[in-house]
């Protein structure tokens, strides 16, 4: 069965230090991947997406970057947070459009 | 792009109350998913709607797809304190692209 896994549960991050979160997916090949972040425990703003390796496709101009260097995995980054960078971040797979996977998600603070 | 409404933000209901959301665009959707997040939690996939019209079951969840297929509704039936977290409809007309409404909030009260 397919599987994903996303860490840390909880992150404190000084602004202006770096970020690095990292999703990854089991028992399925060549997913969709997705970051989405959720502010105050509301709607749900899709940040990035990915049809395949290396392939980032940007949906919100912003400070954070993804790349997926395999299959499996999805890494989103900061060089440099920012207050306004909080908030709950999800990722997610699908396989054929049919339904979302979220992972447990990464809840950050920067402070 | 593609926006959709989900209204009431909030509901508190009484146990064994029913409770409604509803979704609405402005365009025709080509297909809608409904989640649940329970508090703490992240969103959990309930259904997908295609078919003009559609209605779908599950247990004490009614899903519907509008006739022009730009509204949507969950309804439960006789609530139950489980059911407590935020529901969101979500439009998947961008192939592999979710666009999700703000959620409805239900407080389930015992």
């Known amino acids: 069965s397919q599987t994903i896994h996303q860490w840390p549960a909880t992150l404190v991050q000084p602004v202006g230090s770096p970020l690095s979160l990292e999703c990854t997916v089991e028992?399925?090949?060549?997913?969709?991947l997705y970051w989405y972040r959720q502010a105050a425990g509301r709607g749900l703003q899709l940040l990035f997406y990915?049809?395949?390796?290396?392939?980032i496709s940007s949906e919100v101009p912003q400070n954070l970057s993804a790349s997926r260097p395999q299959d499996r995995q999805f890494i989103l980054s900061s060089k440099k947070l920012l207050l306004s960078d909080s908030g709950f971040y999800l990722c997610?797979?699908?396989?054929?459009?049919?339904?979302?996977?979220f992972g447990s998600g990464t809840r950050l603070t920067v402070v | 792009g593609q926006q959709v409404m989900q209204i009431p933000q909030y509901q508190h209901v009484q146990e064994g109350e029913d409770f409604t959301t509803y979704c609405n665009s402005s365009?025709?959707?080509?297909?809608i998913q409904w989640y649940k997040q329970r508090p703490g939690g992240h969103p959990v996939f309930l259904i997908q709607?295609?078919?003009?019209?559609e209605v779908k079951k599950q247990k004490r969840l009614t899903f519907q797809f509008g006739e022009a297929k730009k509204n949507s509704s969950l309804h439960i039936t006789a609530t139950q304190t489980t059911d407590v977290g935020t529901y969101f409809c979500?439009?998947?007309?961008?192939?592999?692209?979710?666009?999700f409404g703000q959620g409805t909030i239900l407080i389930v009260h015992p």
């Open positions: 990915s049809v395949g390796i290396g392939q």
């Open positions: 979500a439009d998947g007309t961008s192939y592999g692209k979710l666009t």
């Open positions: 365009t025709t959707l080509s297909n």
């Open positions: 997610a797979w699908t396989g054929d459009g049919y339904g979302y996977t």
């Open positions: 709607l295609v078919k003009s019209g």
């Open positions: 028992g399925t090949s060549n997913p969709n």
